[in-house]
């Protein structure tokens, strides 16, 4: 035998709930707003696209640049060339050279001294810069960005694209190419009267300085965002999951049975839609137990209540045995015919009780005349004759349509359960009076007799199951106690009410009311 120990143990394995990774809700929200950061990191691949159109501008601005340096050099005597190539060069931050139709270079502002143009050494930069240079190519490869050629120096105009193309088509020809750090290198050729060609030379870091440092902006307000997003993701998770895993946890408990000592929690502080169904489940969880708890009671009290005839039959059967006296031998079998009869009566209203509940939740409700169907009662009972006596009168104090939403065959059966009561409990010659009126929005249905009536302490007693207060002439087992059970039931699964009250003023008797919406007109 396992120890007690280990009981609850099993009950804990019993009752985890495994969150797979591909339903948690915690995940889903997670994954939701890291899609839509996903989105947002997207601007990376936007900062390709702004570097190229500062790329483009760039170009444009060397082409005219270049243009601009020749029509100067071709507005001024040849003496006064050299100077002026190095004044342009040192105001545009260009390196300028001059080479012949043939591509002999003829003028270099660096080989002047002028040294604005050179080219960063990758290998003698910082960490961070092999960080950026590794950024770039990532991206570039990412948006297939087209590569430009990496740069390199030629001695020979010949040996360069754009001096070639300024000496076929005199036009102004730009290239643009890759230096070793990954920073563009623009270079213009523009043909000068005598067929020569001026080329300018420059390196734009500083166009990949500005992406970089834009990149890193964004790369800041992405962290910032992504660590706030998913803190707040968790805490949207946690006030979501952490009480539906308690939800779901009370819901196993029920399923595995422990209904009655399980306590839904109804999170009272919570206003929103997972406070509603908190409260739902509750609600529901203390109906099914006090569904439960009458099951349990009802089969107590069927069991006590068959019983008693099933004791006096089997003490007639035995007597029958013993008995040869044919008058008690008559006395005996009456007595077992009654049982009989007792048991069956019994059996038919406890079968129709226990089933009551789950018919009622599958009716499918239709507007029906409850004037018309108590007079069409009332002439059958006038066609079949009404025993000791006893009249029936049907007060109609209400003229207009008595329409309720219901199942017609369920609200007979109320009217019948209650006037059979109602006759059962009046004198020879007595008077039994049904009323119909209306209280607002309220059908009222109101049965009076003139018997003895209900005790003001019996009359919610008289509605539960096995009860019944009878005529002390009346015959033992006449009735089963389950007449007026089964109406109340019908007329609160119709949204409506029955009570037992005292006549007015000083009329003896005991009066039913019972209570039903009007249907909407």
Do not use: C
Request: glycine share 6%.
């Amino acid at each position: 035998m396992a120890p007690d120990t280990d009981i609850p143990r099993i009950e804990e394995r019993d009752l985890t709930l495994r969150w797979s990774g591909r339903v948690s809700l915690t995940r889903r929200i997670l994954a939701v707003n890291v899609f839509a950061l996903l989105l947002l990191a997207g601007g990376f691949f936007y900062l390709d696209s702004y570097r190229s159109r500062i790329v483009d501008g760039r170009r444009e601005q060397a082409s005219r640049e270049t243009r601009l340096i020749a029509e100067a050099i071709a507005s001024v005597e040849p003496g006064m060339r050299n100077p002026l190539l190095l004044r342009l060069a040192e105001d545009t931050g260009s390196r300028i050279r001059v080479f012949e139709r043939d591509g002999a270079q003829t003028f270099d502002t660096r080989a002047e001294g002028l040294r604005n143009f050179v080219l960063v050494d990758p290998d003698r930069q910082g960490w961070n810069q092999a960080i950026a240079r590794w950024l770039d190519a990532g991206i570039d490869i990412v948006v297939a960005a087209p590569r430009p050629p990496l740069y390199r120096e030629r001695r020979d105009g010949g040996q360069w694209p754009d001096v070639r193309a300024a000496a076929a088509r005199s036009v102004v020809a730009t290239t643009v190419w890759r230096a070793p750090d990954r920073t563009p290198v623009i270079t213009a050729a523009a043909p000068l009267p005598g067929g020569n060609i001026v080329m300018t030379t420059l390196n734009a870091r500083d166009i990949t300085q500005t992406v970089r440092i834009e990149r890193f902006r964004l790369g800041i307000v992405l962290a910032v965002v992504t660590i706030v997003s998913v803190l707040l993701s968790l805490f949207l998770a946690r006030t979501i999951v952490r009480p539906l895993r308690r939800l779901a946890r009370a819901a196993v408990r029920v399923r595995l049975g422990r209904a009655r000592e399980v306590v839904v929690p109804r999170l009272p502080d919570r206003r929103d839609e997972l406070g509603l169904l908190a409260r739902a489940l509750s609600d529901m969880s203390l109906a099914l137990r006090a569904r439960i708890d009458a099951t349990e009671a009802f089969a107590a009290d069927v069991t006590h209540e068959m019983k008693n005839p099933l004791a006096s039959l089997r003490s007639a059967v035995e007597g029958l045995e013993r008995v040869s006296d044919p008058a008690l031998r008559q006395k005996l079998l009456a007595i077992v015919r009654d049982d009989v009869l007792r048991l069956d009566r019994l059996i038919t209203d406890i079968s129709e009780a226990s089933r009551l509940d789950a018919q009622l939740s599958r009716a499918k409700f239709e507007p029906v005349d409850v004037a018309a169907m108590i007079a069409a009662l009332l002439a059958q009972r006038e066609t079949r004759g009404v025993e000791r006596g006893l009249r029936l009168r049907f007060d109609r104090l209400w003229h207009g349509d008595a329409i309720v939403l219901g199942e017609g065959a369920r609200l007979e059966r109320v009217v019948e359960n209650l006037i059979d009561n109602a006759l059962s409990f009046s004198p020879d010659g007595g008077m039994v009076a049904i009323a119909v009126r209306n209280e607002g929005d309220t059908l009222v249905i109101q049965i009076d007799d003139d018997g003895p009536g209900v005790p003001e302490d019996a009359r919610e007693a008289v509605f539960r199951r096995f009860q019944s207060v009878r005529p002390a002439s009346e015959a033992f087992g006449q009735h089963s106690g389950l007449g007026l059970a089964i109406a109340r039931t019908i007329v609160e699964a119709h949204q409506g009410r029955i009570t037992a009250e005292s006549r007015d003023g000083s009329l003896a008797g005991a009066r039913f009311v019972v209570r039903l919406p009007l249907a909407d007109q």
